[in-house]
């Protein structure tokens, strides 16, 4: 990598020199030099670095640097490597007196002792020269010398694409023929199964969700790396897909299968030649028109050229009519830096699928405190009773209408699956045959069962789940019941011949499933009830299936599964609860040549160390802990633990006392007074939604709540996301009025939720957010079934913490680290600044102020009464008042 004289402000520490786009903070330089340090030693990584305090660019010029000195590391080794063969080919053309030990003249031993240094040199040769030629198409197509070619070829290609688009848009919306059974045409042949076939013996990369890597992506651009990194951004066919007949199908599940079904017709059609006399004529299936091989490999050019984001590489492949999906996987060998989230990082089979090879690379998880919690989703598993009964009327009514056309394999692993739903609706309680909506549970609750317990208690033990679950990967069983589905489930595909009969019990089926139970007034809705999801469950329940019984060969030990018996079968759900997320993180951890799990809040860290890292069997002095402070003066922020409030009540919020009137009003007072003396945004969170409707209703009754609105407009916290944006935007055009007009009212308050929507890549910088407040420590409900199960292996598989049961240091490590979160949106830069409001005495004790961050922890003010507490903020905000930065 190469940078033009005066293109970036170079910082050199421990000898080597990073450049940057601006001369860097200080703790930017050791946060480089101690990135480059553990990059060069191997191992893992855990980095810590505030929001504001410009991390991610300090990542990217820290590992990039470590890159560039380590590619130039390794073309002198190959220099060296290419001249060593030469001077051992004239050594041994002198020949030599034998050796003793083997009696063979000097000249045979040498050979056979460099064979193996010749064939390294010559892999090294031909790597040299696919580096130069790749080099120097790249470098045409920067100068533009290629263009013309790349637009001539596709010139020539768009007459063939719209041809394409529009004989895939007739098919896909074609109503099926009448044929019968033994006359099927070739629009179902695709629905039965092929033979199966057992199958027995048989450079970085940086780790964010989809929204978040653009962000990502943009500091790249900005950085000196800019021009000369050869990056790809990685992303789901939901995200890159830009075949509108594809896209409009919206879940997830469906788009990818309908993407490989087109992939397979696109190859079979250039496989099929001309029919023979007395042969059915094929009809002709949809195909993608941008799944073409050519613009793809242009795509894959213009990706290692200029560094793109996910939006740029989708509108590169509307453009050049190529697929993004396919074409940034071409680009992955060729690339130094691959950006994809966390799910195609961590999941293993995705990683597979996506071209990710780990072996010796360096990876980058960024934005990580929440890391252990996403790789035990992403090993979870979850169904429903609806999903289990509907599975197996979809799945009976396939095997019965192609019964004579599937092969004697293909009909046992059906009845196998028939066989595991009827038994998986059993132990929940229910009859598969039955509509589940109408199944009354006798005894609700929550059970939980180690694996083979749970096997056991269903009679399935005498199953082998791994051939089960290979048996649906390589036969796509729930593509083709899907497809299936969608050609008889609809009441307009309904035939009234003798053979279709046999459909319309499944139709039947599905429109029962349609008309859900009336709710209990008042019930709060199920947390993943949106249109997209509803639509992938009634679709194609055995995709959700699938996942559960992949999720039954995880080890015995390293999970769980939690029987919910709710109300009905259909309420009722099996799920599978990952306790050991380090067997899966392992895999990583093996492979890599370091791992730099990075976060601007990462304390408490002894969950990574512990959970996570011990676990998978990393040893204690392969990890390397690097935390800096804020860029902020330390006048900039006034955080306070509050142990009291006006009237003297102690503020202890704890579940048995949080309901009580004294203590809402007690937080009320603290509020009210707040409002008077602190200019713009006020953020108050609170430890859930429940609890915060709670407060505001009885403020409400009080009558403190008008007392608020006479100086803070008052905004709550959508439950919903699309509403976030909507409600930020007034919420800031509300303090920009307010500072601007002047008057009584003084900004607005907005109250939170921790965990919830705005506790997490949100900034409330400048006047947005001048003070926040805490209500409360968010400890997890420990009633939850999972949280038990999860304690109850800690304590079993964990040693004791500072005489600490692992299960204690686990829920207060969750409570902090929601904390951390929230307290830390306020400040995002160097001349921001803001005062922080812990209301609750247990914020004092030691074990648990030792897990503030410690930027903040060492400017902490811990307050008995509120008189004083009173007084440093108002002190505070009067002096930071001479200046305040516009709202952002």
Aim: aromatic letters at 8%; hydrophobic letters at 35%.
């Amino acid at each position: 990598m190469a940078f033009e004289a005066g293109a970036a402000v170079g910082a050199r520490e421990g000898g080597v020199r990073f450049p940057f786009p601006f001369a860097p903070y200080r703790i930017q330089e050791e946060f480089m030099a101690a990135l480059y340090r553990a990059l060069e030693a191997g191992g893992v990584g855990i980095f810590e670095s505030p929001t504001g305090t410009g991390k991610s660019l300090s990542l990217i010029c820290g590992a990039l640097t470590w890159l560039r000195d380590y590619e130039e590391r390794k073309l002198q080794d190959e220099a060296r490597l290419l001249q060593e063969p030469e001077q051992r080919d004239r050594e041994s053309s002198l020949g030599g007196a034998p050796d003793p030990a083997s009696g063979e003249p000097a000249w045979v031993a040498q050979f056979v002792q460099g064979k193996a240094a010749r064939d390294q040199a010559d892999r090294a040769k031909e790597e040299q020269i696919k580096r130069k030629k790749r080099e120097e198409r790249l470098e045409k197509i920067r100068h533009n010398v290629q263009l013309k070619y790349a637009s001539k070829r596709k010139k020539c290609e768009d007459d063939e694409t719209e041809r394409l688009l529009q004989l895939s848009k007739e098919i896909l919306s074609k109503e099926a023929g009448s044929d019968v059974l033994e006359q099927l045409d070739h629009n179902e042949e695709e629905l039965i199964l092929a033979e199966y076939e057992s199958d027995e013996e048989k450079k970085v990369g940086a780790g964010r969700t989809h929204s978040q890597l653009s962000q990502f992506v943009h500091e790249v651009q900005k950085s000196p790396f800019g021009k000369e990194t050869r990056l790809v951004s990685l992303g789901s066919r939901q995200n890159l897909c830009v075949n509108e007949e594809v896209r409009h199908l919206g879940a997830i599940q469906l788009i990818n299968d309908r993407c490989m079904e087109m992939q397979k017709n696109k190859h079979e059609k250039k496989n099929e030649g001309e029919e023979t006399v007395g042969k059915r004529r094929r009809v002709s299936r949809a195909v993608c028109p941008f799944y073409s091989y050519e613009q793809m490999q242009f795509l894959r050019d213009e990706v290692l050229v200029d560094v793109k984001d996910i939006e740029q590489l989708v509108t590169l492949g509307k453009k050049t009519k190529a697929c993004p999906y396919y074409g940034s996987r071409y680009a992955i060998p060729a690339a130094q830096l691959v950006v994809l989230p966390y799910q195609m990082l961590l999941h293993e089979s995705t990683r597979n699928a996506s071209g990710i090879k780990l072996k010796d690379q360096v990876v980058i998880i960024d934005e990580a405190h929440n890391l252990i919690d996403t790789i035990t989703c992403i090993y979870s598993a979850e169904v429903s009773g609806s999903q289990l009964c509907c599975a197996y009327s979809q799945l009976l009514q396939y095997m019965e209408r192609y019964r004579k056309r599937l092969k004697a394999k293909n009909l046992m692993y059906i009845k196998q699956i028939l066989y595991l739903l009827e038994r998986f609706v059993s132990v929940l309680g229910g009859n598969v045959n039955q509509n589940p909506n109408t199944q009354s549970i006798s005894q609700a609750g929550t059970e939980l069962k180690s694996i083979n317990d749970f096997l056991f208690q269903s009679q399935i033990d005498n199953i082998n789940l791994f051939k089960v679950q290979r048996y649906c990967e390589k036969s796509l069983i729930s593509r083709k019941l899907f497809g299936f589905v969608e050609r008889y489930g609809a009441p307009s595909t309904v035939k009234t011949n003798k053979e279709n009969q046999k459909t319309t019990g499944l139709q039947n089926f599905l429109l029962t499933l349609q008309q859900e139970p009336e709710k209990e007034v008042g019930a709060p809705p199920h947390p993943s009830a949106d249109p997209e999801t509803d639509q992938l469950k009634m679709a194609s329940p055995l995709m959700h299936i699938e996942g559960f019984l992949s999720a039954l060969t995880n080890a015995n030990q390293d999970g769980r599964v939690i029987l919910n018996r709710q109300g009905t079968i259909s309420q009722s759900r099996l799920k599978f609860l990952l306790l050991n997320p380090a067997v899966h993180f392992a895999e990583v951890v093996k492979e890599c040549r370091a791992v730099i799990i990075a976060g601007g809040t990462m304390q408490p860290v002894a969950d990574f160390r512990e959970q996570l890292l011990s676990c998978a069997g990393m040893a204690a002095d392969r990890v390397v802990e690097f935390s800096c402070g804020h860029v902020i003066p330390p006048e900039n922020i006034l955080p306070i633990i509050l142990c009291s409030g006006p009237s003297n009540q102690q503020l202890e919020f704890i579940y048995q006392k949080r309901d009580q009137p004294q203590m809402m009003d007690e937080a009320g007072r603290i509020l009210c007074n707040l409002c008077n003396v602190v200019p713009g945004g006020v953020v108050c969170f609170f430890p859930s939604y429940e609890y915060e409707k709670q407060v505001y209703t009885h403020w409400e009754g009080t009558g403190l709540l008008t007392r608020l609105a006479t100086k803070k407009k008052i905004f709550q916290e959508p439950k919903r996301s699309n509403q976030v944006e909507q409600v930020l935007a007034e919420y800031a055009k509300c303090i920009k009025r307010c500072s601007q007009a002047g008057g009584h009212m003084t900004g607005a308050l907005l109250f939170s939720v921790v965990g919830g929507k705005m506790s997490e890549g949100i900034n409330f910088s400048d006047d947005l957010g001048r003070c926040v407040v805490m209500v409360g420590m968010p400890y997890p409900n420990i009633k939850s079934p999972e949280l038990q199960e999860k304690m109850a292996w800690l304590d079993k598989n964990m040693p004791k913490t500072a005489g600490q049961a692992p299960s204690r240091v686990l829920t207060e490590n969750l409570c902090m680290k929601a904390v951390n979160q929230s307290i830390g949106r306020a400040i995002r830069h160097q001349k921001d600044f803001a005062s922080i409001l812990l209301l609750d005495h247990r914020y004092a004790h030691p074990a648990v102020f030792n897990k503030l961050p410690q930027w903040i922890k060492e400017r902490t003010l811990i307050k008995i009464g509120f008189g004083q507490a009173f007084a440093e903020l108002r002190k505070f905000h009067r002096e930071k008042s001479c200046y305040r930065p516009a709202s952002s």
